[in-house]
């Protein structure tokens, strides 16, 4: 058995509305938290699943402020002597000055609001000679007083009091052992008092620290802890960690000796002693998830319709027994206002296995929705609380700090007014992207990628099939669900994709915890709970991304260990069904090929033509994200008389961009300096599995006098590093890239028929490439021009090619310029 505890703590919601406090701040009814602090910064944390107390009930309540704001709670144990924590004054092992702080009292004082607070200076801080630290223990303070009552305060708070249970030693180090977020366990200490529930959800939080836990026995109350610290706030598994008094009273009772009256140290009656055992004896429960339960994907049991007058239904997802969060441009003209709205009586919300509708009690918009898309979001608190069961049952949240591991299962659900999609319910599963892809994909050029840890600012899922020809995805809102050890978490929002393709990218709802725990007052936010980074490692040095160009990012490539060696913008082309060339996709909906390996010479037909992307190799691998997609037209540049040796290829739709299926950059002319550079082919045209060859691009000169001028303009030609020169055979007409220093990937040039060594720049199309595909990303132009104004006479005679070997003869072409000077 163990007791049943009130513990109340000063809580951080403050009014925009001068005097408040003399109106309503004290009447739950009146005044809710929400309208208490819009417009100045959300509180970090606060306490957790509690409720406003009435005035009067904690008399012995005390707020310490510094620099005019309050930091931490502390109780009145003697007319001049406040108890507190002795972290809220110790800063890097110093004890600030007294003279910074003020103790404010009479929030919610026994004679009424309207007597208001008052407010005193601290004329000493006194702490343990042995405090080290929250986790070392002695976390208490006392602080003494000198009386300096001022005008009351405007103060708008709500004092806030929740019920908390006191856990045996034996259970709360229990619960500590375990390995929590990060693998974080902690090991109690003498003097340390846990209370909270296993399943968290009520619990103290940051600005709470100070303040005092009591238990009523006898009529009478007792302080027995003071809030000291614990890993989080409301996290299952992780209840709060108090100091003692009772160990302390020695100390007390020598720091305010003399004080009349001193604190009292009432003997507890031997009938209570006797008749509540230690609670340490406890059995170790640890909490299980208890939201994020679903009996199978597409089944949600948080899914809430809300149904409003005149509107279209709208998704939302069950967050907590009495909030809906749902996007808030479901409520136009409804969310501008301060007012509530006046239909709200009307609105209905249908849970699952729910015979009846809700009615709603208040609608809360986020107070940013209006303008950012990101925070898109209102809630709704039902009337009355629901039963949670199988269903309905809340979906789980994320902290700010979860990181959802890259290839986390996940799935699309409906969100806001959602057009139903046709097709199979595959096409609503999904695979996450790493931070790095989502974050260079449709981040800032040139920024560096949020750490694990740190909020993304998109999270972005791929789709394990990308058939989706024919169904727009236009006009719909989604939400997106991933899956950690079988349990769901809301993991993203999103409206309005910009094309139709399926959204990409999506607003992570991490950042949105805190606002959500502070409105709902006990919301499941849930830690995560798969730890496995897989081949990623914890790897957590800053990476920023490459440049973008204009159209976004492209030539981005994913480390080979996550994709088996997959080249995002590799295609193969499939020509009438019997001839495999080299294909690079340019944009979404464009690939180029060298225009030889597409078209028969003499042939008048246009082929049959089909393009895949994401392979690597003939059999695909397990995981790759297959692309294929229909040719609907070949287009080739107007050349004078030449065949062009460039041919673009239309796709029959776009694709959606991922590691298995984007768009290089190309490079607009030159020999891009201090890039290494390659040829990427397939060794056997037959299993097609990508290889390349590490390769030079020979300056313009060299490349001219080694051929003896008989190239057409806009010829590059490279020279293999050695050993490389027959790593992939040349009649699927391979490509040459290069990685630029930045660490973009270009496309330089397109094999010339038959030759191994040359290929037709892309630079010199830059207008026709362009011009067709309109989104082509061309890099700003840099190293040197490839082609020479001046004739042969530049080159030595004769003698180039005669050795036979382009290497040799290279050599001999090198030493002849030299010579020559
Ligand atoms: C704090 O930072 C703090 N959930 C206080 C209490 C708890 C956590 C942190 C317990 O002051």
Redesign the pocket.
Known sequence: MSQHLLLPLAILAISPIPGAFQDSALSPTQKEPEDLDCGRPEPSARIMGGSDSQPGTWPWQVSLHQGGGHICGGSLIAPSWVLSAAHCFVTNGTLEPAAEWSVVLGVHSQDGPLDGAHVRAVAAILVPDNYSGVESGADVALISSLVLPTDPLPLPWVLQEVELRVLGEAACQCLYSRPGPFNLTFQLLPGMLCAGYPEGRR????G??GGPLVCKEGGRWFQAGI?S??F??GRRNRP?VFTAVAPYEAWIREQVLGSEPGPAFPTQSPELQSGLPEPTDENCTIALPECGKAPRPGAWPWEAQVLVPGSRPCYGALVSESWVLAPASCFPGRISSDLPPRDLDNWRVMLPSRPRAERVARLVPHENASWDDASNLALLQLRAPVNLSVAPRPVCLPHPEHYFLPGSRCRLARWGHTEPVPGAGSLLEAELLGVWWCHCLYGRQGESVPPPGEPPLAICPAYQEEEVAGRCWNYSHWSLLCREEGTWFLAGIRDLPSDCLRPRAFYPLQTHGPWISHVTRGAYLEDQLAWDWGPEGEETETQTCPPHTEHGACGLRPEPALTGGLWPWLAEVHVAGERVCTGILVAPGWVLAATHCILRLGSTTVPYIEVYLGRAGASPLPQSHQVSRLVISIRLPRHLGLRPPLALLELSSRVEPSPSALPICLHPGGTPLGASCWVLGWKDPQDRVPVAAAVSILTPRLCHCLYQGILPPGTLCVLYAEGQEDRCEVTSAPPLLCQTEEGSWVLVGMAIRGSRDLFAAIGPEETWISQTVGEAHFLHPSGFPHWLPEGGDLCPPDMARASGSPRAALFLLLLTLLIQG
């Open positions: 619990d103290t939080c940051q709470d620290s809030t610290f614990g989080g706030c709060g």
